[in-house]
């Protein structure tokens, strides 16, 4: 896979929903209900990351949940990306990108969401040909205000933001015209998670996925 068709891949992705729910998740028993909560909620999209012994298990699970769309995170090393396609992944996030990785991926036929948090490390992806880029760290990293300034001279890149990401300033960034979409892990706080409380969860999805109507979006230029 090219790293242009895989961002073709990401950003059409990162169109479903304004938000792409970011799990740690422990216990693969509940993944599934977890999931469909999520996709009750409007979020397809989700991203559980290779944190804990029970994500590749949770990846199978969530995998046959019916609408949603499921990816692996925290990607970081060749051996990660096999197993994120042998569990059934559709797709990769990683916080960064290193050769290896990217090599990786793009062998695997697995489109990855590589991150980047300066000009530099964006520039560096658009060179390999990935102009669909995580803003990882987001907050920590400057926030939407550092984001929207990449877009004056990188406009040809769109991103999804991640890291600090909330519900009280999700809609900063989605107003930003180089953002198609952000990653967060406040949609499945751990408590309600633990107790299995999947009607809260899906009203926290449902409430994220209205974020789409509140900040209406800019066009994003065509990329090359
Ligand atoms: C992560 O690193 O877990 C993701 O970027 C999500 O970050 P968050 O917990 O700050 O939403």
Not at 68 to 88: C, H, N, Q, W
Not at 134 to 152: D, I, Y
Not at 166 to 187: E, H, I, M, P
């Amino acid at each position: 896979m090219t790293p242009a068709d895989a961002s073709r891949q990401t950003s059409d992705l990162c169109r479903l929903a304004p938000v792409i729910p970011v799990m740690v998740v422990e216990d693969a028993d509940n993944a599934a209900d977890l999931a469909a909560a999520l996709v009750a909620g409007g979020l397809p999209v989700l991203e559980v990351t290779l944190r804990t012994p029970a994500a590749l298990d949770a990846i199978r699970a969530m995998a046959e949940v019916e609408g949603g769309v499921v990816g692996a995170g925290t990607l970081l090393t060749p051996e990660d990306v096999a197993a994120a396609k042998e569990a059934g992944a559709l797709f990769g996030v990683s916080p960064g990108a290193t050769d290896r990785l990217l090599d990786a991926a793009e062998a695997a036929e697995l489109p990855l969401l590589p991150g980047a948090a300066t000009a530099t490390e964006a520039m560096r992806l658009l060179e390999r040909g990935y102009s669909m880029q995580k803003f990882f760290p987001a907050e920590a990293s400057g926030g939407a205000r550092a984001l929207g300034a990449l877009a004056a001279p990188l406009p040809q890149i769109a991103f999804c933001p991640t890291g600090g990401v909330t519900a009280a300033n999700a809609r900063d960034y989605l107003s930003l015209k180089n953002t198609l979409c952000v990653g967060g892990s406040w949609v499945t706080p751990k408590d309600m998670v633990a107790s299995g409380n999947w009607r809260a969860i899906e009203a926290l999805a449902a409430e994220a996925s209205a974020l789409h109507g509140k900040a209406p979006r800019r066009k994003l230029p065509t990329s090359r």
